[in-house]
């Protein structure tokens, strides 16, 4: 229904002329789609593990993987309770899988992307290869692959989902499909991906067939290296301390071309400068404790903590000790768009 704002006395032709034949005048909403700075639903918050882990562990005697297909609890934003997303574009979960279970395989149009939270050797499958996660693995699932997960270990398993869910259904491009049988077959080796295409080779004659990454498990061992290493002589930058990020070895774009992911190192004390970017983003606590300022709210946060910073809020990180983050967002979507932008003040 139109609300009358900048023409009160318009009133009767908006209700009786434009109304019934579905018209709209622009002149009276135009204010709120030409902003001057992004307006988002999407508030600052934490879960800290320490206070949902029970709640999640709880879930495990309330059902099982198979009947709920996937046991997980989604981090809802507080600003957009009841539609299931942690951004505007994106759906965050904690999955959990006990020793034993099966989450059944199935394929849907939304990519996910998995983050070890906690637990060791549980697996997912995707497309055929089996991988054994551990915790600070990032691990694809790119969209419309047939996955299945499963936990042989004998201790819960708990990560980070991370879906385009929202961005898929704002597309209307939602299909999914349940495999007819439990499980998908394997029919590589574990660490087939990793091998052909994550060591600066790739076979011969391989193409690029799709603007997924072909690396299917990203162990946090290397990337943890990664940034031990570049310590040794790099500088820190001012807003991120070290950070990198995840790319497709193919084109050096995002490994999924919908979720940007990242993984930065804050050494102790060291306080980043006041940042903002365009894409709300979700972090993971891997390693350490410190204080993130958020707009006006300030977030204390410890390993496997998980908070969420929206569009265009003000953002500082303090590391008590080292601290080790990851973080996703809809980054290359947006930069694929045009639309990405960042404010790292005089930095
Ligand atoms: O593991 O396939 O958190 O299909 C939400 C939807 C996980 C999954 C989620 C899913 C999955």
């Known amino acids: 229904m139109i609300v009358a704002d900048v023409r009160p006395d318009l009133m009767p032709y908006y209700k009786e002329d434009c109304d019934p034949k579905n018209l709209a005048p622009l002149w009276e909403v135009l204010h709120s789609f030409a902003r001057k700075e992004p307006k988002s639903d999407c508030q600052a918050y934490i879960w800290q593990y320490k206070n949902i882990r029970d709640t999640l562990m709880k879930s495990a005697d ?3 993987a198979e009947q709920a297909e996937r046991r997980v609890l989604i981090l809802e934003n507080p600003g957009m309770r009841g539609r299931y997303r ?22 849907h149009t939304q990519a996910a992307l998995r983050f070890i939270v906690e637990g060791s050797g549980a697996y997912t499958a995707v497309n055929g290869e089996k991988t054994i996660m551990e915790e600070g693995d990032f691990v694809l699932t790119p969209s419309w692959t047939w996955h299945d997960h499963g936990n042989e270990s004998n201790q819960p398993m708990v990560w980070l989902d991370g879906l385009d869910v929202p961005l898929v259904e704002t597309l209307d491009t939602t299909f999914a499909e ?9 029919t590589r080796p574990s660490g087939d991906s990793l091998a052909r295409y994550g060591m600066g080779l790739a076979p011969v004659d391989y193409e690029q067939k799709s603007p997924n990454s072909p690396i299917f498990n990203y162990p946090y061992v290397r990337t ?3 940034l031990e290493m570049m310590r040794k002589t790099e500088e820190w930058d001012l807003c991120h301390g070290l950070k990198l ?12 071309p919908t979720l940007g992911t990242f993984m930065q190192l804050l050494p102790k004390n060291f306080e980043t400068s006041n940042y903002k970017s365009t894409d709300a983003t979700v972090f993971s606590v891997v390693e350490g404790s410190g204080k ?13 903590d998980h908070f969420v910073v929206p569009c265009w809020a003000q953002q500082k990180h303090i590391a008590n000790e080292d601290a080790v983050l990851f973080s996703f967002s809809d980054r290359p979507v947006q930069q694929t768009l045009g639309l990405w932008r960042e404010d790292r003040g005089n930095n």
């Open 224 to 226: 943890r290296e990664a």
């Open 178 to 186: 349940p495999y007819p049988d439990k499980i998908h077959p394997t």
């Open 86 to 107: 942690v951004t505007t574009s994106l759906f965050a979960g904690l999955q959990l899988i006990m020793p034993g279970e099966i989450a059944p395989a199935h394929r």
């Open 245 to 256: 990020r995840y790319i497709n070895p193919d084109n050096g774009q995002s490994a999924m």
């Open 62 to 64: 309330l059902i099982t």
């Open 292 to 304: 993130s300022f958020i707009g006006d709210q300030v977030f204390e946060w410890s390993k496997r």
